[in-house]
């Protein structure tokens, strides 16, 4: 079984838009994971009906058993974080730490799982995905990208499917971490602008340090063919390969607009799209 993983080092590039018609490509060949557990936007265009939820646990908060508690205060000025008001915590304010329970004469604090999304196993008309968002406030991203792309892993080898997609999160912090370790191949998706070039750079020096094989496609090349001719001498600098070159053309939007991926409204990009994914199978 094969994983990759689509990146950006930023947000905005057109990662989601690509990753939804590399699944309409692969279609009935692979399972489809969004891992932008923050603030996922897969399911727009892949429209699932999800068959399964299933709960996750992020981090410990504070729960205060008002029967041991002796209203010592102790506890509310321990607080580094203004979590706890009239011997009661305040879930969105609580971070964990549990100082709280540490200070306590009564050991009336304990610190107790805490809800914070739910996955789903979801049908699409490309094949299953595995999707989630955290709830407002909550943390521990990263292992919730693990939880996704294992739900996917699993799936995947039950149902006899030889391909992962994974639409990660942008940037270079933990949930793109958890995106990108022990992937096949990372594509990394950027535009040709002087600050699309600086956060290339940022992300493939995360591939490269966790050893992961990396192409690139260049979004809108022709908006700034200098720029993208820079991105280009980058890439050949760092040995990295160019899989796709994706012209501007407004047929992406008209997609957008209609819920549908861009291979499945043609046009230009489609066209190039479908190139890209040629390129990438041979990778793979």
Request: hydrophobic share 45%; net charge negative; aromatic share 4%.
């Amino acid at each position: 079984m094969k994983q990759m993983t689509v990146v950006s080092g930023k947000g905005g590039t057109g990662k989601t838009s690509i990753v939804a018609s590399l699944a309409a490509l692969a279609c009935g060949r692979a399972v489809y994971a969004d891992c932008d557990v923050d603030a996922p936007d897969l399911h727009l265009i892949l429209q699932p009906t999800v068959m399964e939820r299933r709960e996750f646990f992020g981090i410990k908060r504070a729960f205060i058993d008002s029967s041991k508690c002796s209203q010592c205060d102790s506890c509310q000025d321990a607080c580094r974080f203004a979590a706890i008001c009239d011997f009661q915590v305040n879930a969105a304010l609580c971070e964990g730490c549990g100082v709280c329970k540490l200070v306590c004469p009564a050991q009336a604090v304990t610190m107790a799982e805490s809800l914070a999304s739910y996955a789903y196993l979801s049908d699409t008309r490309f094949g299953p995905l595995v999707h989630a968002e955290l709830f407002p406030g909550e943390e521990a991203s990263g292992k919730l990208v693990v939880m996704v792309r294992e739900m996917a892993r699993i799936l995947a080898a039950s149902r006899n499917l030889d391909l992962v997609l994974i639409d990660g999160s942008p940037g270079i912090g933990c949930p793109v971490i958890a995106s990108l370790t022990g992937v096949d191949l990372a594509l990394v998706v950027t535009e040709p602008t002087i600050t699309g070039e600086h956060d290339l750079e940022r992300i493939l020096d995360v591939a490269d340090h966790f050893g992961i094989n990396t192409a690139v496609c260049i979004n809108k090349y022709d908006l700034n063919p200098e720029a993208a001719q820079h991105i280009e001498a980058l890439c050949e600098e760092r040995a990295v390969m160019v899989a796709g070159r994706l012209p501007f053309h407004p047929s992406v939007v008209e997609a957008m607009v209609l819920g549908r991926s861009v291979v499945e409204n043609g046009g230009p990009v489609a066209k190039a799209i479908a190139e890209m994914w040629g390129v990438l199978e041979k990778q793979l």
